[in-house]
């Protein structure tokens, strides 16, 4: 009889925070009902075109990506789709150009379909909550079904929205390969890797104009806060990608990677023409403050310990990563796209550019959105 009194109340208490979220959902959706239906708000600050000769060519769009954008597959399809039709005006998009997108671009697709409350509160934490609370059942079952994780109710909000997020996102970035006829490294998303006995991994995909689609890059090197819930891939899980009708091949990496030399050992017997990296480097204005180290695995031999809080956080990508590492892969360009706006209390920060040849192609750092083309070939 106790224990049939106690499991009781703990029903009750459950369906008493259920009706509480749901009851608040609904205030917030009468007061920000408006809000949700506004046209999205690209904040574009810039399109850089280098070459104005007729060259299939690689479009950088850094995407200023606010909580709203991820409410349905069509808001997020919207948003995504302003940026190229920016691009195709001022001409980059010509056929056979590949176009790269940032780090964690599809991983906030976990919040879709959701009440306006988890797009309107300022906390990522606070809409993960609110997302447990009015998802009780279903995330139960994803807990149930799952491979072990360090953080499991984390790992289980994504397994649980694996399914709408891979429709979302594969929908999204299908109809713009299609209908711009170009090809895209997507930006990344955190699902589950059948290769991997189904954990979570953050990865990107690839897609072409004729609607065919897969991997294109695959995390080795989460951070320890990814580690909670990803686990990282082997390196060298996807292989750099050459098209029929692209005039160079790319060897895509996720953030982090552009930190360990491993990586780019692994890519010299394959020689790309060009290694693209989509990054993510959460924080507000943390481009400028010291840099912390190493996030999640021990610092490369060849890293001076002693740069540790005395180096910018710019001044340590410069160093460290993609600029200062291409050349023990072989290749001759390189580039980086970054994620910018404004999602929950993340911040975010950094910048893109292009490497030609050791010659930098970018402006001053772009702190809204920005597109960055130039030819493919890297001659």
């Given at each position: 009889m106790g224990r049939t009194v106690q499991w009781t109340k703990r029903v009750a208490w459950v369906l008493a925070l259920i009706g509480a979220a749901i009851g608040l959902e609904l205030h917030f959706w009468q007061q920000d009902f408006d809000v949700y239906e506004q046209t999205p708000q690209w904040a574009l600050g810039a399109v850089h075109v280098w070459d104005t000769t007729n060259c299939a060519r690689l479009v950088l769009i850094q995407p200023w990506m606010e909580t709203r954008d991820y409410s349905t597959q069509e808001t997020f399809a919207s948003k995504l789709a302003g940026y190229f039709e920016a691009a195709h005006r001022q001409g980059a998009l010509t056929a056979g150009s590949v176009v790269v997108l940032p780090e964690h671009l599809g991983t906030w697709l976990v919040a879709i379909d959701e009440w306006p409350v988890v797009y309107a509160t300022r906390k990522l934490h606070t809409a993960m909550t609110w997302i447990i609370?009015?998802?009780?059942?279903?995330?139960?079952?994803?807990?149930?079904q799952m491979p072990p994780a360090p953080q499991p109710i984390r790992a289980a909000l994504f397994h649980m929205k694996a399914q709408q997020m891979h429709k979302a996102y594969v929908q999204t970035f299908t109809d713009l390969a299609c209908q711009y006829g170009v090809y895209i490294l997507a930006g990344?998303?955190?699902?589950?890797?059948?290769?991997?006995?189904?954990?979570?991994?953050?990865?990107?995909?690839?897609?072409?104009?004729?609607?065919?689609?897969?991997?294109?890059?695959?995390?080795?090197?989460?951070?320890?806060?990814?580690?909670?819930?990803?686990?990282?891939?082997?390196?060298?899980?996807?292989?750099?990608?050459?098209?029929?009708?692209?005039?160079?091949?790319?060897?895509?990496?996720?953030?982090?990677?552009?930190?360990?030399?491993?990586?780019?050992?692994?890519?010299?017997?394959?020689?790309?023409?060009?290694?693209?990296?989509?990054?993510?480097?959460?924080?507000?204005?943390?481009?400028a403050q010291p840099w912390s180290g190493y996030d999640g695995f021990a610092a490369p031999s060849d890293v001076d310990l002693t740069d540790i809080g005395v180096l910018t956080e710019r001044q340590a990508w410069e160093k460290y990563a993609l600029e200062g590492r291409l050349h023990q892969s072989g290749a001759s360009c390189g580039a980086m796209v970054v994620l910018r706006g404004r999602l929950w209390d993340l911040g975010a920060d950094g910048r893109s550019f292009i490497m030609k040849n050791g010659q930098y192609l970018t402006s001053t750092t772009c702190d809204s959105a920005c597109i960055l083309a130039t030819c493919l070939s890297c001659r």
């Open positions: 609370a009015t998802n009780l059942l279903e995330l139960l079952s994803a807990f149930r990344s998303i955190v699902l589950p890797d059948s290769s991997l006995q189904g954990q979570l991994i953050n990865a990107a995909m690839y897609f072409t104009p004729a609607g065919q689609y897969g991997w294109s890059g695959k995390k080795a090197f989460p951070t320890a806060d990814e580690q909670t819930f990803c686990t990282a891939a082997p390196i060298g899980a996807v292989q750099p990608i050459l098209w029929p009708d692209a005039a160079a091949t790319l060897a895509h990496l996720i953030c982090a990677d552009a930190w360990y030399p491993q990586v780019y050992q692994n890519l010299q017997a394959q020689t790309p023409d060009w290694i693209v990296v989509s990054a993510f480097i959460a924080g507000d204005s943390l481009w």
